[in-house]
């Protein structure tokens, strides 16, 4: 992934590292070996590659819709130069307000080419952080569908704005291959039905009787407003923070509207060199008694902290995303690894914090990375609710308490066998009350973050096994601060387990073997309602199994076999959707699918209800529905 250094650096590197297993996983480029070995017909169709993550925007029935290609652009050796851009312009066919918007990502490369990271701001607002697939000499496609919906206040604002795309590319006799990419946006007006009845005025004023206040519908809608925080000096290197170490917090002075109602924060994150399998690393310990020259340490945990003004305000454990170049790139043809295409955002509700916010002065947000080692490619974006009747609300943060972070650490070593245990939890209790002109809210927000990781050396450190369990459950209350009357609520339960077994055996001349099994799956659950407006439940169970072997020389696979299957499983209130895949060695051997989907029903549609089934809830980490934000 994108290396402030150019790659032969690894090179020699791995040449130490044969035997010395505490660098495996790795990554590695593939052109799939001995593939295209007979038949390189200069036309071959380029294979479509998949990544079944995330259920894919669906758009609602009859709207009008509008496609605006952004950006084409070829990434060839593009290592330290500033992204690409172009102009955006929002369709003048279709008008905001929009029920959905996704972005279009698609890439095509041949030749011979590692794993590259790539990102999409617009106006230095990241809407996608997503990496590549490595390339085959026949060459190979693959698009990325993303709701981008809740990004709505930015792609209206005239006259437009600046999209920037970055891929650090290395292009040369070796690496061919060249990154072709098109960004286009799909805008998908508002059926009648969903925005004419009741604007974004408070629902509870339609409604006087009973006289408890409810949320406005606006705080279901895309945000009013959305402040970038990310690296001022973007247009050149980049917009996002390059996190070093744990001592290194990255932030922005930023300055709100003093009629901010709610605020939520979107984490884009990705490890990436020293840090890319940092749920393997070994301790520093290991790796000094044992002379290896490997950087991979610091060992096996690591948690995105959030502050607002030093005050911790979230955090979470980054879900282990898998680069098509990692452990084994063999893997990863043609299904890419869980999230690979489009890494999970996290939100992290920032309401009860607006007690010290809304002053009109200038108030740091800092990103920085528990236990992290060069680098954490980290940015973000703050979702602001505006109160559309008044210039100001009053707000305070209730009884503030650091949440601590508790963790336990049981190492045994001896010589290049080793076993690392670490458990570490942290609990946190916020809440703060916000006064606007549709009433006086406060916000709860209860976090629990919990993370069990193993990294074990047997056999003189050949056999690796690699065990991640990490769970967060969150749930955000707002209640009315007069009747203490429950009037929202969000509970999202994530949870990631990882495992994973690596031997290698050495191989003649400089080659080593190395077989693996994996198992890697993402599990999210929410439960949302609002008093009067809508009740919903996501769930989202995303499951891989993969196993295999290969020879490598070097960072190149020469020869190999794998096997992977791929379990999707997601269903909302509209329906289900479920996705089956099995592959070998490149091929997919079957690919089944089965949905059913309620058709929308017109009378239930009518309803303010609709406004939130009519748009379905992207459940990551986070509740990604760009209605409620939880995490
Ligand atoms: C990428 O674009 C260039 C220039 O248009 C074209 O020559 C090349 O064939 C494209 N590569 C792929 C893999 O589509
Ligand atoms: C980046 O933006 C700044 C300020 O808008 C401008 O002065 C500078 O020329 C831009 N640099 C690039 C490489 O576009
Ligand atoms: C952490 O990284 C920052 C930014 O690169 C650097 O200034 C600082 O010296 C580093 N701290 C440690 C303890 O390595
Ligand atoms: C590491 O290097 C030191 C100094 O050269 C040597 O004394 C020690 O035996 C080495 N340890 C191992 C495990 O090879
Ligand atoms: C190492 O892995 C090999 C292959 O799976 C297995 O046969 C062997 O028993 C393992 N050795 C140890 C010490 O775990
Ligand atoms: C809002 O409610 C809180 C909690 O009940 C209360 O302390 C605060 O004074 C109220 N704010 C206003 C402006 O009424
Ligand atoms: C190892 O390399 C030598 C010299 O390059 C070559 O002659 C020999 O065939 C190779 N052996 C294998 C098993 O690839
Ligand atoms: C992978 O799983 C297979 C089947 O369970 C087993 O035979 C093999 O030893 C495992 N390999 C590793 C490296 O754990
Ligand atoms: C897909 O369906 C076929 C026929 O029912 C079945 O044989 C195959 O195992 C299924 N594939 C997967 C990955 O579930």
């Not at 990102?119 to 997503?130: I, K, N, Y």
């Amino acid at each position: 992934m994108p290396l402030r250094a150019p790659p032969h650096r690894l090179l020699l590197l791995l040449v130490l590292l044969v035997p010395a297993l505490a660098d495996v996983p790795d990554r590695y480029s593939s052109p799939r070996p001995g593939a295209s070995a007979g038949a390189r017909l200069g036309n071959a169709p380029a294979q479509e590659y998949l990544d079944p993550t995330y259920p894919a925007p669906r758009p609602p029935p009859s709207t009008p819709s509008c496609v605006v290609p952004v950006l084409s652009y070829s990434f060839a050796n593009t290592y330290g130069a500033p992204p690409a851009t172009a102009a955006y312009a929002p369709p003048a066919g279709c008008p905001a307000p929009w029920s959905l918007v996704a972005l279009s990502f698609s890439a095509a490369v041949a030749g011979d080419q590692y794993d590259r990271v790539a990102a999409v701001w617009l106006d230095g607002a990241e809407l996608l952080r997503t990496t590549t697939a490595e390339p085959t000499p026949d060459g190979i496609r693959w698009t990325v569908r993303k709701d981008v919906t809740r990004h709505s206040a930015q792609l209206r604002s005239p006259p437009g704005g600046v999209l920037s795309v970055m891929l650090e590319n290395l292009v040369n006799d070796q690496y061919t291959g060249v990154y072709n990419v098109s960004v286009s946006l799909e805008f998908h007006g508002a059926p009648a039905y969903l925005f004419d009845a009741g604007s974004s005025a408070g629902a509870g004023a339609v409604d006087s009787n009973p006289p408890t206040p409810t949320l406005p519908q606006s705080y279901f809608q895309p945000a009013d407003l959305i402040l970038p925080i990310s690296e001022a000096t973007g247009n050149s290197s980049g917009f996002w923070f390059r996190i070093q170490n744990s001592s290194d917090s990255r932030s922005k002075l930023v300055t709100i509207p003093s009629n901010t109602y709610r605020a939520v924060l979107e984490v884009f994150v990705s490890p990436h060199s020293n840090d890319e399998f940092w749920y393997s690393n070994p301790p520093d310990l290991y790796i000094r008694e044992n002379n290896l020259t490997t950087a991979r340490g610091n060992a096996a945990y690591r948690e995105v902290v959030v502050s607002v003004d030093r005050h911790c305000a979230g955090s979470f454990v980054p879900f282990p995303v898998i680069y098509t170049g990692g452990i084994n790139p063999l893997f990863w043809q043609p299904v890419a690894a869980l999230g690979a295409f489009d890494l999970p955002t996290y939100d992290v509700e920032l309401t009860p914090f607006l007690g010290l916010l809304v002053d009109g002065k200038a108030h740091e947000i800092a990103l920085s990375v528990v236990d992290g080692i060069a680098e954490w490619l980290v940015d973000a974006n703050l979702h602001l609710w505006l109160d559309p009747a008044s210039s100001s609300v009053s707000a305070a943060l209730g009884r503030y308490r650091t949440p601590r972070l508790s963790i336990t650490r049981r190492y045994h070593s001896r010589l290049l066998d080793g076993s690392f245990q670490i458990r570490a939890k942290r609990k946190s209790r916020l809440s703060g009350w916000v006064k606007s002109s549709f009433g006086n809210f406060t916000t709860e927000v209860e976090t629990e973050v919990e993370a069990s990781s193993l990294v074990e050396f047997t056999n003189q450190g050949r056999n690796k096994t690699v065990r991640l369990q990490a769970e967060q459950g969150t749930e955000i209350t707002v209640r009315s601060s007069e009747t203490w009357k429950e009037v929202g609520k969000v509970e999202t339960e994530a949870k990631f387990p990882l495992w994973l077994e690596m031997v290698t055996e050495d191989g003649e001349n400089g080659t080593y073997v190395m077989r693996a099994n994996l198992t890697h799956s993402l599990r999210v659950e929410t439960d949302a309602e609002a008093e009067r407006l809508f009740e919903r439940e996501t769930k989202l169970a995303d499951e891989q199994a993969a196993a295999g072997w290969m020879l490598v020389r070097d960072h190149d696979v020469l020869d190999g076999s794998a096997a992977t299957v791929q379990a999707y499983r997601y269903s909302d209130d509209a329906g289900r959707y479920e996705r089956a895949i099995d592959t070998l060695d490149g091929a997919v051997l079957s690919d089944n699918v089965t949905e059913s989907y309620r058709v929308l029903n017109l009378n239930a549609v009518a309803s303010p209800n609709a406004r939130c089934r009519g748009r379905r809830c992207n459940g990551v980490v986070a509740a990604k529905c760009s209605d409620i934000a939880a995490m």
